[in-house]
């Protein structure tokens, strides 16, 4: 698909999703690479956009430039966005006992502190992401294995292929203490955060490196066979793939 295509998807897309007012988001699209300008009236919509465009067939990367432009009526002072920040942290039980920070600086969160796993890393930014108020939120939370957790290579591997949104064979994985590396070749950038995400997922890991590379894959095409219709039609079509 070429870039004036993608473009058109991408913006039908957006337009798609129910929990986005797309109208004020400009995009646009070179070498399969999105880029989103403009603004959205919430912070949650500025993350459901990236992924709206990231969904789309053909997309290799998505950067989001979006500015966040709050109505009136969501407008918070700092000092009330940090005291429903701090509450919803202390309220979530997979943050229990975890000692984490928030800084507020004009509607923009800054979380800071430590934490086992990144999925409380990242339970922590949803915690606070959907405040009225808020802005930004910038994710300082570090990832601190216990210390008896070691990434061990070969069940990173196995938990790769066994996904089935992945190919596992095509993903190189490269372990570094607490550190793990991917390399290789994935269909899309979806498919690119579901091997980081299943990479996370590991005991002992604290940092994921993704080096993976998105590399699309044709489209089925339609083959068609059987006898010609008056109308110049064939009365039977059947789906087949190109290889490139």
């Not at 509607?107 to 339970?123: D, F, H, K, P």
């Not at 994710?139 to 957790?149: D, T």
Request: with cysteine.
């Amino acid at each position: 698909m070429n870039d004036i295509n993608l473009k058109i998807e991408v913006k039908e897309a957006l337009d798609w999703e129910p929990s986005l007012d797309a109208r004020a988001i400009n995009v646009s699209v070179k070498d399969g690479i999105v880029m989103l300008t403009g603004s959205v009236p919430s912070y949650p919509e500025k993350h459901v956009s990236e992924k709206a465009a990231g969904l789309v067939r053909g997309v290799k990367a998505v950067a989001c430039e979006l500015a966040v432009a709050l109505p009136a009526f969501n407008s918070r002072s700092d000092q009330e966005i940090a005291h429903a920040a701090a509450d919803a942290i202390a309220w979530n039980t997979l943050l229990a006992n975890a000692k984490i920070q928030v800084f507020v600086d004009k509607g923009r969160i800054t979380l800071e502190g430590a934490v086992n796993w990144n999925y409380q890393r990242q339970s922590a930014d949803r915690s606070v992401r959907y405040l009225a108020g808020v802005r930004d939120v910038n994710n300082h939370i570090v990832v601190r294995p216990i210390a008896e957790q070691v990434a061990v290579k070969s069940q990173i591997q196995a938990a790769l292929i066994r996904n089935a949104r992945l190919d596992g064979d095509r993903i190189t994985v490269e372990v570094r203490g607490d550190r793990v590396i991917l390399s290789g070749n994935v269909q899309s950038w979806i498919q690119r955060d579901e091997a980081e995400r299943a990479a996370w997922a590991s005991p002992g890991v604290g940092d994921v490196d993704n080096e993976l590379v998105v590399s699309l894959v044709p489209a089925p095409q339609a083959r068609y066979t059987g006898r010609r219709t008056k109308e110049g039609n064939y009365d039977h079509v059947q789906e087949h793939s190109v290889s490139s």
